[in-house]
């Protein structure tokens, strides 16, 4: 048995609510009162369509991995060309592959035209 080394990091007690319970490590939270992963859920995640893995892997197999964007080979996800925040749908006809460099740019200068 080895003695001494790092020492053990000490359980934090979640106190609100008066909840004394050990916090979970990186929540910050008890088990109790930790947001569940479904309960913050937007818009568009509820509209998404229950066959949307195998859309993107069509779409993906479709464009042959060029970004529509920037035109070079290798993209990774799948980009709605007019966005779904803006009321258009998950069409196939509205779906093309992106790098995800060439995705986040786009999705950037969409929040700010929103705004």
């Known amino acids: 048995m080895r003695i001494g080394g790092p020492l053990a990091l000490a359980n934090k007690i979640y106190n609100e609510s008066d909840c004394?319970?050990?916090?979970?490590?990186?929540?910050?939270?008890?088990?109790?009162?930790?947001?569940?992963?479904?309960?913050?859920?937007?818009?568009?995640?509820?509209?998404?369509?229950?066959?949307?893995?195998?859309?993107?892997r069509a779409v993906l197999k479709r464009d042959a991995g060029v970004c529509y964007l920037c035109g070079l080979t290798g993209a990774n996800e799948v980009d709605h060309v007019s966005a779904v925040a803006d009321g258009d749908d998950w069409d196939y006809g509205n779906l093309r592959c992106a790098h995800r460099a060439c995705h986040a740019a786009k999705s950037s200068r969409d929040r700010v035209r929103r705004s």
């Open 20 to 56: 004394h319970k050990i916090a979970i490590r990186g929540e910050g939270k008890c088990s109790a009162h930790r947001r569940k992963p479904w309960a913050v859920t937007s818009k568009r995640n509820l509209s998404q369509p229950k066959d949307w893995n195998r859309r993107r």
